[in-house]
């Protein structure tokens, strides 16, 4: 039975350069009885072939596209996509075994994620076309030598696309708790709480990069610490580790509490405390109550999840830098992260020059980060670039 795509008569120059998004007020024509997920045939207005993608009339994204070709959507298709990816981690860092192992759209299949941690693969889908080729990447990973695999698709996007969250086990043992190390931190992971972020691996680099900083530019060992939207905290127990003074972990969600506490006690770490707060608010409390920092970590999530909100996002991190600009001392260092793929490095740069200007101090940004190779950045697809990592020097007074 035909399922085909007509595009308007004007193709976007996105779609013909490579980008993997087709919109619904880029369609012309749908031909067919298309269930949600399904593969179509895409064409253009004029009916030259421009690819096959998946589905779904309930998203504001129509199409994505998986190939240009005349390809058969298949196990062979989905081996290859799985097995390249696979490769080119295993050429680029064979030692590493806590990373992304598949990356969605970066890696050829839009809504795809698999993250490693040691011997446990977290495997999730964003997309209704996503959860119909899940079995297929199992099976590759199965046979590429993972053995616990679990799938837990709990994407905010589900929502949109109309379909049901899940954690369910499709290969071996995956433990209530699963323990795995990183730069010489002991991690605890909660594998079937809804409720649990897991653990993110685009920041485990920059992590280490910022304690290398910190060693070299802060004195002593009583430096006074705060690690925002701390999450699992690997920011802190970096530093907590290299032991360059107190951690105070902040986050707005109880669990992490837990999470934070336990992960210090696998680990022996002392000189600490969690407070369960708004970063804005507690930042502002700090600021009325005269308190000062030699760090400060920022890693929020992304303030907005469309580019007509762009605005109302350089605005939130404006005024979080900002404040947390205002408590740091003179020599002390601010490490910031952006992982919105609507804002732009140059949007934020600009921000943090009007940030100086505000509180009238030199700023020095010491190192520009971004993600690791196992999340790679394909320049055609933008969305592909999501995190922006500075670490910054407030300095002397203008």
């Known amino acids: 039975m035909i399922k085909q795509i007509k595009l308007a008569s004007h193709i976007s120059r996105r779609i013909s350069n490579g980008h993997p998004y087709i919109y619904e007020n880029e369609i012309a ?72 192992v598949f990356n ?16 446990l693969f977290c495997l999730s889908s964003s997309t209704a076309g996503g959860d119909r080729l899940i079995p297929a990447v199992v099976s590759v990973l199965k046979e590429l030598g993972a053995e616990n695999i679990i799938i837990r698709n709990l994407s905010s996007s589900r929502k949109k696309e109309g379909i049901e969250d899940e954690i369910r086990v499709v290969s071996g043992v995956v433990e209530e708790r699963y323990r795995f190390e990183l730069n010489g931190i002991r991690y605890v992971i909660h594998p079937f709480n809804e409720n649990d972020a897991v653990f993110y691996p685009e920041q485990r680099d920059n992590s280490v990069i910022l304690m290398e900083y910190a060693k070299k530019l802060l004195s002593g060992n009583q430096n006074n610490i705060f690690d925002f939207f701390c999450g699992y905290g690997q920011f802190g127990f970096n530093l907590l580790n290299a032991g360059l003074g107190s951690v105070e972990f902040i986050d707005s969600g109880d669990s992490f509490r837990r999470i934070v506490d336990g992960n210090a006690r696998e680990n022996g770490f002392e000189q600490y405390s969690f407070s369960n707060y708004n970063a804005f608010d507690y930042l502002h409390r700090l600021d009325i109550e005269g308190q000062k920092a030699d760090l400060i970590i920022l890693d929020p999530p992304p303030f ?82 999501f995190l922006k990592f500075y670490i910054i020097m407030k300095g002397v007074v203008i």
């Open 29 to 100: 024509e749908v031909k067919g009885d298309i269930q949600i997920g399904e593969i179509v045939d895409v064409f253009t207005y004029s009916g030259q072939f421009v690819g096959k993608g998946y589905y779904n009339e309930r998203s504001k994204i129509r199409v994505r596209l998986l190939t240009r070709q005349n390809d058969r959507i298949d196990r062979a298709f989905v081996a290859d996509k799985v097995k390249k990816a696979w490769y080119f981690r295993q050429t680029i860092f064979s030692d590493k075994k806590i990373c992304r």
């Open 304 to 385: 907005t999840d469309a580019r007509r909100k762009k605005g109302r996002a350089l605005n939130a991190y404006k005024e979080i830098n900002l404040r947390a600009l205002k408590i740091l001392r003179n020599g002390g260092l601010l490490a910031t992260s952006c992982c919105s793929q609507n804002v732009s490095r140059e949007e934020m740069e600009m921000m943090f020059y009007s940030i100086a200007s505000d509180i009238k101090h030199e700023l020095t940004i010491l190192y520009r980060g971004s993600q690791p190779v196992d999340f790679p950045i394909k320049v055609n697809v933008f969305e592909t670039e």
């Open 104 to 119: 969605g759209l970066a890696d050829g299949i839009s809504g795809i994620k698999c993250d490693r941690y040691d011997e």
